[in-house]
């Protein structure tokens, strides 16, 4: 072993500030919107299992992406929370890798179910006589453990390429999470093939999903168009508003991270991880439920029983 390399047992996560007061004023915040997160999505769960007129496809989706939400968020909060409150804020060799794999494997499973939603909003506007033969309970299963299962093959190979490099003694990541590209930084010797084959992978699992949702939403766009009276045009919108929203912030800021240079590594990269780890779970619930005439009514219902239950 070159005299230079060192075996690293432990990382030192910086996270976003060395202030006390700061920190207890952050911990506050992402303690708030952690809550949200949870409360949101167990909420949209509970009450589209429950009412059978959201037992469709694209609630079936949608429940999918709550629970992926709750995962995502739930292996990087609450160690942040933690080490926000702690003087100590190491975390593991072992449990650095873990929390990279379930991140990466929700993140994995969340891009393509996002762009699956796409391809539902538009067959449901552009043949929505064939809607239900195409997009059918059966391919709902397929698609949902498709996504599942190619997250988790996908985030072996980048974990196994990024934990198994040679590090110089320092340890220091200087974010709140385990991401794969501050942990390459720390690495010795050349790790440029490594960094190719996380954008290659990167391409595979953003850009080709974006291109797929881009092409949905053009043909969408052209049917709308279409559309002769101004209740349907508006019916439609909505329907695919909510979803724009949210494909953009979550691709926007994950492409930021993984499809750039090492070289441009910076500072801001803990505000761009923010939005598509933390700020995204916490949108998606709000988006859909307020935004979505048949959710306020299912939620009205639910609320109506149990005032009567009581």
Known sequence: MNKNETVVTEFILLGFSSNRIEQFAIFSVFLCIYLVILVGNLLIISVSIMDKSLQTPMYFFLINLSFIDICFSSTVVPRMLRDLLSAKKTILF???AAQMYISLSSGVAECILLATMAYDRYVAICFPLHYMSIINRSACIRIVAGSWICGFLLSISHVVLTMNVN????????????????VLALACGDVSVIELVIFLAGVLVLMIPVTFIIISYIRIISAIIKITTSAGKKKALSTCGSHIMVVTLFYGSAMAVYMKPKSKSSDSDIMITVCYVILTP???PLIYSLRNKEFRTALQKARNLKILYL
């Open 282 to 284: 916490m949108l998606n």
């Open 167 to 182: 590090f110089c003694g320092n340890n220091q990541i200087k974010h709140f999470v385990c991401e794969v590209p501050e």
């Open 94 to 96: 072992q449990e650095c």
